[in-house]
C-alpha cells in the first residue's frame, strides 16, 4: 500500500535561518507532487507541485522553493526564514485525476 | 483560472442539528473531490462525484453534484462532536487547489 512521510513534525526556527523539510512517497511510481501551507484556522494554498523529477511549478511568488532530487521526494527550502513563513506545512501526492493523500504535515514557527 | 468557492467560511450548530457547506464554481467542474480535516491533523479524502446530479451517501453525510456540474454540497444530519473540524472540495485537475474550506463547531 501506499504511504506518505513528512517531517519533521514540528519545527522551531529563528528568522533568517534556513529550512529544509522533507516528504517522500512508498508504493507508488510517478506521483505527482504537491507542498500547501495553512495558516492558523485558514485554507490550504497551494505553493508547489510537481508532475515529476525536476519538475516544479510554484504557484505563488515567495520565499520558499521546491525540489525533486527523486520520483518519489519532495523537498521544501528557505535560505532565510521570515517570520510570515510560519505555518502548518503539508506534502500531498495523487496519481493523475485520483484523490490526494497527505502527510501529517509540520508546524513551523519562525522565531 | 477557474475557482472553487466554498460557503459558508465558519458554521456553528448545536449538537443534533443539521449542517450544509456549498462549493460553488463560475465554471462547469470536471469533478469534485470533498475532503475533512480534524483539528490539528492533516485533510483526508471523503469522497468524489462525477456525474451531473450525483447523490452518494456516507452514513450521515450526503454529497451532491448539481445538475450543471457548477456546484456540491455536503450535508450532514444530526451532527455529532466527532464532525467537528474542516471541510474542503476541490475540483479535480492536476493542480489540486482547494476551496477556502468550512469550519464545522459544534456546540454540546
Known amino acids: 500500500s501506499q504511504t506518505i512521510h513528512q517531517w519533521p513534525a514540528t519545527l522551531v526556527q529563528p528568522v533568517g535561518s534556513p529550512l529544509s523539510l522533507e516528504c517522500t512517497v512508498e508504493?507508488?511510481?510517478?506521483?505527482?507532487l504537491y507542498w500547501y501551507r495553512q495558516a492558523a484556522g485558514r485554507g490550504l494554498q497551494l505553493l508547489f507541485y510537481?508532475?515529476?523529477?525536476?519538475?516544479i511549478s510554484s504557484e505563488v511568488p515567495q520565499n520558499l522553493s521546491a525540489s525533486r532530487p527523486q520520483d518519489r521526494q519532495f523537498i521544501l527550502s528557505s535560505k532565510k526564514l521570515l517570520l510570515s513563513d510560519s505555518g502548518f506545512y503539508l506534502c500531498?501526492?495523487?496519481?493523475?485525476?485520483?484523490?490526494?493523500?497527505f502527510g501529517q504535515g509540520t508546524r513551523l514557527t519562525v522565531v | 483560472g477557474q475557482q472553487v468557492m466554498q460557503i459558508p467560511q465558519y458554521q456553528h450548530v448545536q449538537e443534533g442539528e443539521d449542517f450544509t457547506t456549498y462549493c460553488n464554481s463560475s465554471?462547469?467542474?470536471?469533478?469534485i473531490q470533498w475532503y475533512k480535516q480534524r483539528p490539528g491533523g492533516h485533510p483526508v479524502f471523503l469522497i468524489q462525484?462525477?456525474?451531473?446530479?450525483e447523490v452518494k451517501k456516507q452514513k450521515r453525510l450526503t454529497f451532491q453534484f448539481g445538475e450543471a456540474k457548477k456546484n456540491s454540497s455536503l450535508h450532514i444530519t444530526a451532527t455529532q462532536t466527532t464532525d467537528v473540524g474542516t471541510y474542503f472540495c476541490?475540483?479535480?485537475?492536476?493542480?489540486?487547489?482547494f476551496g477556502k474550506g468550512t469550519r464545522l463547531h459544534i456546540l454540546p
Open positions: 500531498a501526492w495523487s496519481l493523475a485525476h485520483t484523490e490526494a493523500f
Open positions: 508504493g507508488t511510481s510517478n506521483p505527482n
Open positions: 510537481s508532475v515529476g523529477i525536476g519538475q
Open positions: 465554471t462547469t467542474l470536471s469533478n
Open positions: 462525484l462525477v456525474k451531473s446530479g
Open positions: 476541490r475540483d479535480r485537475d492536476d493542480k489540486i487547489i
